[in-house]
């Protein structure tokens, strides 16, 4: 749960980029002088996207060849699972030589006087090759988040925000009924001043709960995700048979059961995770009906 204490005493654009980058499969580059805590970062933060594979480069695969067929085969089978592609620091400066695309991709880097060149090598080759990427800094306590690249995406944050910011309120109001029930149902005055302390104390509960419900709120987040991508790939048959539907937004929610992130911040996650473009299938200015076709498929 180091990540979570991370958040804790981390701004809360710092986290909500964080989340942005790992749920749309942005290249992340975690930077410390410590390579343990990079490595438990890593493993902390795969923890969140449960939903995807996780591939550990120079032990799942070692040649770009083998990195190809790795994508080739995501990319034709929808219904397999997406991949993370693991770069701890001892292989960082190996796989910048060897791979070259990075969608996905989750690295650690160690910087200090030592290591500082390779740092550069490996910064300026991610800088030639991608875009964009988010640079990770890790200090003693917090997280600090960059976008560095050739261009600078103006990112829409508020599903990541309400997801952490719904974490904190959630934990504190669970905590604050286990602080209740413990001063209600005993006879709290004659407990020892020296145990009430760490009888209240609940420090360790209140990180497991803010975990577990942002882990599941970003599970929620993808279940819609994968709901409407089930609905608009059927959308898309009709539409190929000149068979015309007339979907909207609304209906969509409405079928999902999803309402804490927009239609397009769907839609953006479906491209960024299946490389589907389901933009122009949806009537992003009008609300309107479903047709009589749509609804007599899904009852």
């Not at 500082?116 to 490996?122: G, R, S, V």
């Not at 089930?230 to 909207?248: H, Y």
Request: with cysteine; proline share 2%.
């Amino acid at each position: 749960m180091d990540l979570i204490n991370r958040f804790s005493q981390s701004e809360i654009e710092d986290v909500s980029l964080l989340l942005k980058c790992l749920l749309d499969r942005i290249p992340i580059v975690i930077i410390s002088d410590q390579e343990e805590i990079i490595e438990n970062l890593i493993n902390e933060l795969i923890s969140l996207i449960p939903f995807r594979n996780n591939l550990i480069f120079l032990s799942d695969f070692i040649e770009l060849s083998d990195y190809l067929e790795i994508r080739e085969y995501e990319e034709n089978d929808l219904n397999s699972e997406r991949n993370v592609f693991l770069c701890f620091p001892n292989a960082s400066l190996k796989a910048i030589e060897t791979i070259t695309t990075f969608q996905s991709w989750i690295f650690g880097v160690i910087i200090d006087k030592n290591s500082y060149a390779n740092y550069i090598k490996i910064y300026n080759k991610m800088y030639s090759l991608v875009d964009y990427f988010l640079k990770l800094e890790i200090d003693e306590k917090s997280l600090k988040t960059e976008i560095v690249g050739k261009s600078f995406p103006s990112f829409d944050l508020s599903l990541e925000k309400w997801i952490y910011e719904n974490a904190i309120n959630r934990t504190e109001i669970e905590i604050e009924k286990m602080k209740r029930i413990i001063s209600k149902r005993t006879n709290y005055r004659k407990i020892p001043v020296e145990e009430k302390k760490s009888i209240m104390n609940f420090e360790i509960e209140e990180k497991e709960i803010k975990e577990n419900i942002i882990k599941k709120e970003i599970l929620n987040f993808f279940n819609a995700c994968k709901r409407s991508i089930n609905i608009l790939n059927r959308i898309q048959i009709l539409d190929a048979l000149n068979i015309k539907t007339n979907l909207s937004p609304r209906v969509l929610f409405s079928t999902i059961d999803y309402k804490h992130a927009p239609i397009e911040r769907i839609l953006q996650f479906i491209l960024n995770e299946w490389g589907a473009n389901f933009f122009s299938l949806l009537n992003l200015e009008k609300t309107s009906k479903l047709s009589d076709t749509f609804e007599s498929l899904w009852g």
